[in-house]
């Protein structure tokens, strides 16, 4: 049997030794073999805006037999459980079983994201997706629910979303991470069609009914209904993502209609109603996020809102998250100076944080014009109109202009196979970041991924634009690693081509011969003497073309001769 936990009075498992202890007591409690039992939800894991609670810990729990987890992970029947493992889950108590079918579900979570994905996206981006696949279609997201859910859950769980899924990522063929930390996949048919047919066989043919359903909204055409074709079709299908979305909805949608019944029954009418009215008061707490007390004033509000949305803009601060936090900031200031002018009631956040932003500060280009063009003789740049009649900042302040250092350079040795071939390096750096007063700093330590591309020629430059030490009215140099190519024990490297010397006896170069030449991607090929083999040098990293391989033979010569071979080299050249 599976016992599952859910924490809806919001505390921190980790902050409270004792709750494990309370929670394997409630599992012991069950008169039956309990095979495998998890706690999930704001209380298991932090969200962003709940409050935590400061006494009492109500426990929600539901009991299922191991058949039907292990059918909803491996087949998606409901995705009811399935799409609850596909977040971070603390386990009480663990089975072997469960484990196999868990990572075949998250592996599939991956795959479903990654078709509603486009080329190049960003962790945040596929977790958000991850996420969200099991609350698709389901009622409650209509009301009872708040809107930012998913969100609060990958902006709060970022590095436990990151454990539990980047070595699916990185056994994934098509997807690669970038030197900036986003990540690339490849929209070939053939891999996406792949994703599609390692997809649970209930999916796949929902997702065919909605395929085939868009082809003939569209006007129809043929189907070529086999395997492979079938998926690669449906791959490089315009309906692709809609499609995978409806299917998803399909799953989750009549489910959750079911589960609200029976929580009815199991729960009791008034336990439900109180329950529901609890998820429904679940909004963010604006007070909180612009760090203000409820009895503030509005002047109060403005300079809250000036500090936290310049901070956290995402122009300037690319840490993950930081997107939730600059939309929560703005709903913050957005409700709160509605209510000082008196139109709250009814008022509801238009979810364009953005638009906040460029009323407040009266531009449409955040960052762009802080400091104008016009600098005197003590070297000082005074605000420019975005700081115009800034909320009680006078418009003839003026500061230092900030200035950036010099790019720091270092060298990344790599070797002819990884320049043949490509590879992924990962650099740790220390830098000091500003602390939250904008004028101190700290030392914090950061890997910098840099993917080295085929065919890159020694002093290639990689550049990581603002990543060098933060300080006040200071912009972050950039850091550059340069690209020193290692001395290789085979071959020498002119251009694209690849140079190989071979050491060969003196009569093999007069009477022919062949060599044998170890290539960088461990071929063997048997070359002829003094021959040049088109395509086997370096490719190019631009046209992924190859140079040639040029194999240059140094004869030994023997150190003595007979006089007898003496004669039939005189014979042979007709030499007297």
Same mark, same amino acid.
């Given at each position: 049997?599976?016992?599952?936990?859910?924490?809806?009075?919001?505390?921190?498992?980790?902050?409270?030794?004792?709750?494990?202890?309370?929670?394997?007591?409630?599992?012991?409690?069950?008169?039956?073999?309990?095979?495998?039992?998890? &706690?999930?939800?704001?209380?298991?894991?932090?969200?962003?805006?709940?409050?935590?609670?400061?006494?009492?810990?109500?426990?929600?729990?539901?009991?299922?037999?191991?058949?039907?987890?292990?059918?909803?992970?491996?087949?998606?029947?409901?995705?009811?459980?399935?799409?609850?493992?596909?977040?971070?889950?603390?386990?009480?108590?663990?089975?072997?079983?469960?484990?196999?079918?868990?990572?075949?579900?998250?592996?599939?979570?991956?795959?479903?994201?990654?078709?509603?994905?486009?080329?190049?996206?960003?962790?945040?981006?596929?977790?958000?997706?991850?996420?969200?696949?099991?609350?698709?279609?389901?009622?409650?997201?209509?009301?009872?629910?708040?809107?930012?859910?998913?969100?609060?859950?990958?902006?709060?769980?970022?590095?436990?979303?990151?454990?539990?899924?980047?070595?699916?990522?990185?056994?994934?063929?098509?997807?690669?991470?970038?030197?900036?930390?986003?990540?690339?996949?490849?929209?070939?048919?053939?891999?996406?069609?792949?994703?599609?047919?390692?997809?649970?066989?209930?999916?796949?043919?929902?997702?065919?009914?909605?395929?085939?359903?868009?082809?003939?909204?569209?006007?129809?055409?043929?189907?070529?209904?086999?395997?492979?074709?079938?998926?690669?079709?449906?791959?490089?299908?315009?309906?692709?993502?809609?499609?995978?979305?409806?299917?998803?909805?399909?799953?989750?949608?009549?489910?959750?209609?079911?589960?609200?019944?029976?929580?009815?029954?199991?729960?009791?009418?008034?336990?439900?109603?109180?329950?529901?009215?609890?998820?429904?008061?679940?909004?963010?707490?604006?007070?909180?996020?612009?760090?203000?007390?409820?009895?503030?004033?509005?002047?109060?509000?403005?300079?809250?809102?000036?500090?936290?949305?310049?901070?956290?803009?995402?122009?300037?601060?690319?840490?993950?998250?930081?997107?939730?936090?600059?939309?929560?900031?703005?709903?913050?200031?957005?409700?709160?100076?509605?209510?000082?002018?008196?139109?709250?009631?009814?008022?509801?956040?238009?979810?364009?944080?953005?638009?906040?932003?460029?009323?407040?500060?009266?531009?449409?280009?955040?960052?762009?014009?802080?400091?104008?063009?016009?600098?005197?003789?003590?070297?000082?740049?005074?605000?420019?109109?975005?700081?115009? #009649?800034?909320?009680?900042?006078?418009?003839?302040?003026?500061?230092?202009?900030?200035?950036?250092?010099?790019?720091?350079?270092?060298?990344?040795?790599?070797?002819?196979?990884?320049?043949?071939?490509?590879?992924?390096?990962?650099?740790?750096?220390?830098?000091?970041?500003?602390?939250?007063?904008?004028?101190?700093?700290?030392?914090?330590?950061?890997?910098?991924?840099?993917?080295?591309?085929?065919?890159?020629? &020694?002093?290639?430059?990689?550049?990581?634009?603002?990543?060098?030490?933060?300080?006040?009215?200071?912009?972050?140099?950039?850091?550059?690693?340069?690209?020193?190519?290692?001395?290789?024990?085979?071959?020498?490297?002119?251009?694209?081509?690849?140079?190989?010397?071979?050491?060969?006896?003196?009569?093999?170069?007069?009477?022919?011969?062949?060599?044998?030449?170890?290539?960088?991607?461990?071929?063997?090929?048997?070359?002829?003497?003094?021959?040049?083999?088109? #395509?086997?040098?370096?490719?190019?990293?631009?046209?992924?073309?190859?140079?040639?391989?040029?194999?240059?033979?140094?004869?030994?010569?023997?150190?003595?001769?007979?006089?007898?071979?003496?004669?039939?080299?005189?014979?042979?050249?007709?030499?007297?």
């Amino acid at each position: 049997m599976l016992c599952k936990l859910i924490f809806k009075r919001n505390f921190s498992v980790a902050s409270d030794p004792s709750l494990m202890e309370k929670l394997q007591g409630v599992i012991n409690g069950f008169n039956a073999p309990i095979r495998y039992a998890v &706690a999930y939800g704001s209380g298991a894991y932090e969200q962003k805006g709940y409050e935590k609670a400061k006494a009492g810990k109500r426990i929600k729990y539901g009991v299922v037999s191991m058949h039907h987890l292990l059918r909803d992970l491996e087949e998606w029947e409901t995705l009811y459980l399935a799409g609850r493992l596909q977040k971070p889950v603390k386990i009480l108590r663990d089975d072997a079983k469960v484990k196999l079918a868990t990572k075949q579900n998250l592996e599939n979570a991956v795959r479903v994201a990654l078709l509603m994905l486009p080329e190049r996206f960003t962790e945040e981006d596929l977790f958000l997706k991850i996420a969200g696949l099991s609350y698709r279609g389901d009622f409650r997201m209509l009301f009872g629910e708040n809107p930012h859910k998913v969100y609060n859950i990958v902006y709060a769980q970022m590095d436990a979303f990151h454990e539990k899924y980047v070595d699916i990522i990185t056994e994934l063929p098509n997807v690669n991470y970038l030197a900036d930390g986003s990540l690339e996949q490849d929209m070939s048919i053939k891999l996406r069609g792949n994703l599609i047919q390692k997809l649970p066989k209930n999916f796949q043919t929902l997702l065919q009914h909605h395929y085939l359903w868009s082809i003939s909204k569209a006007g129809g055409k043929s189907v070529n209904r086999e395997e492979p074709f079938y998926s690669q079709g449906i791959a490089d299908s315009p309906y692709v993502s809609n499609c995978v979305a409806k299917t998803v909805r399909d799953i989750v949608g009549q489910p959750a209609i079911t589960q609200s019944i029976k929580g009815i029954f199991t729960a009791g009418l008034s336990r439900t109603f109180k329950y529901s009215m609890e998820k429904f008061n679940k909004k963010l707490d604006y007070y909180k996020i612009l760090n203000l007390k409820r009895d503030c004033e509005d002047a109060e509000i403005k300079a809250a809102y000036r500090k936290l949305s310049l901070k956290f803009h995402p122009e300037r601060n690319s840490a993950p998250g930081t997107k939730q936090i600059f939309m929560n900031i703005a709903e913050a200031y957005d409700v709160l100076s509605n209510e000082f002018e008196g139109s709250m009631q009814g008022y509801e956040f238009h979810g364009d944080p953005e638009k906040v932003f460029n009323e407040f500060f009266g531009t449409k280009n955040p960052f762009a014009d802080f400091f104008v063009g016009q600098v005197d003789s003590s070297n000082t740049a005074t605000f420019g109109k975005k700081f115009n #009649g800034l909320h009680g900042l006078a418009s003839n302040n003026s500061i230092f202009a900030p200035t950036q250092d010099p790019t720091l350079e270092f060298d990344i040795n790599l070797t002819l196979e990884e320049l043949y071939t490509g590879a992924l390096k990962k650099i740790k750096i220390s830098r000091k970041l500003l602390n939250d007063d904008g004028m101190t700093t700290s030392v914090k330590e950061k890997i910098l991924t840099v993917e080295i591309s085929s065919g890159w020629r &020694a002093g290639t430059k990689i550049i990581f634009p603002k990543e060098g030490d933060q300080g006040p009215n200071k912009i972050p140099s950039d850091v550059a690693f340069i690209v020193k190519e290692t001395k290789h024990d085979r071959f020498t490297r002119k251009g694209d081509d690849l140079i190989f010397v071979a050491e060969i006896p003196l009569v093999n170069a007069l009477i022919g011969h062949h060599v044998e030449v170890l290539t960088l991607d461990e071929r063997i090929l048997r070359i002829p003497v003094n021959e040049t083999i088109k #395509g086997e040098g370096m490719p190019n990293s631009k046209t992924k073309k190859k140079g040639d391989l040029i194999i240059k033979f140094k004869p030994t010569f023997p150190k003595s001769l007979t006089d007898q071979q003496k004669a039939l080299l005189k014979n042979t050249f007709n030499m007297k």
